[in-house]
């Protein structure tokens, strides 16, 4: 099953759509049939099962619709599901791009109408339904990064995809706006309490679930070093100095985001009530 993971670029393309920059765009195959999409600095997963394609976030309606015609080409199978990660805009958005859809998946406490498409299953915690030869257990990781976000694992590819709340090798999407890092830690950890071999990030390369221990890991550290210095008295400029992070200095966005996640970090720190 690992034979073909990475090793074959199906179809990558650059195409304009009009706007003065050119989207980029690229099918990579990971598994024989789990797939992964990018468009630009959104990625999203799609399944064949044998019996109809299983689809993920459309990020934005020109991706969804451009994604809708290879896959067409690629399979001659018509798209059966869609399941979304969360309901965030830059994930979510554009889901009308992939036409019709019989069955659409949501967590519970998404919007009843998703940028115009109406989930037709919802579920809290956790559930599991097969297509063709594949099957998909979707598990809500609770709040933190939203309230509606989700891990999907393909089986027997043993394949996750996996949004925003951990990334490979890659720290955290700048200063954690608004969220509860607490939660969110707890959100990584259930990500790490499941069980498969390969991750698709919603940004980023595809990892391994190593990947996400190694998240949780940087996480405890940044939480631990911003919440000693605050304790110290040490003001969020000087923990900017002084939190290097320096295990993590290969990781993307190390010289982007580092001192956003220390910022990120000391506010939670700060308005919970953690300092005192
Ligand atoms: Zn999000």
Not at 55 to 61: C, E, Y
Not at 225 to 250: I, N, P, R
């Given at each position: ?10 179809l ?14 690229e ?37 969804a619709?451009?994604l809708?015609t ?21 994930h ?7 036409g ?83 939660q ?33 890991a ?37 010289d ?21």
């Amino acid at each position: 099953m690992k034979r073909s993971i990475l090793t074959a670029i199906l179809l990558a393309s650059v195409m304009g759509v009009g706007s003065a920059q050119d989207v980029k765009r690229e099918i990579t195959q990971v598994t024989d049939d789990v797939y992964r999409f990018q468009n630009r600095f959104h990625v999203n997963m799609f399944v064949l099962t044998g019996d109809g394609v299983v689809v993920t976030d459309p990020i934005n309606d020109d991706a969804a619709a451009w994604l809708r015609t290879e896959i067409g080409t690629l399979t001659g199978q018509p798209i059966t599901d869609l399941i979304y990660s969360h309901s965030h805009g830059d994930h979510a958005s554009g889901g009308e791009g992939y036409g019709e859809i019989a069955n659409i998946v949501a967590q519970q406490n998404a919007p009843a109408v998703i940028d115009g498409v109406k989930p037709t299953i919802r579920f809290s915690d956790r559930m599991s339904f097969t297509r063709g030869d594949k099957t998909f257990e979707l598990t809500y990781l609770g709040p933190g990064h939203g309230n509606d976000l989700i891990a999907i694992v393909v089986r027997p590819d043993n394949v996750a995809f996996v949004v925003d709340a951990v990334s490979s090798k890659r720290l955290f999407y700048r200063d954690f706006p608004g969220a509860n890092l607490d939660q969110w830690i707890e959100q990584v950890r259930k990500i790490d309490s499941l069980e498969f071999e390969v991750m698709i990030g919603g940004h980023g390369p595809v990892g391994v679930k190593s990947d996400v221990g190694a998240g949780i890991a940087y996480l405890e550290e940044l939480r631990a070093e911003v919440l000693k210095g605050l304790k110290a008295g040490k003001s969020v400029d000087e923990l900017k100095q002084s939190v290097t992070m320096e295990k993590y200095k290969d990781w993307a966005a190390y010289d982007n985001w580092r001192e956003l996640n220390v910022q990120g970090m000391a506010r939670y720190l700060s308005e919970s009530g953690a300092v005192q």
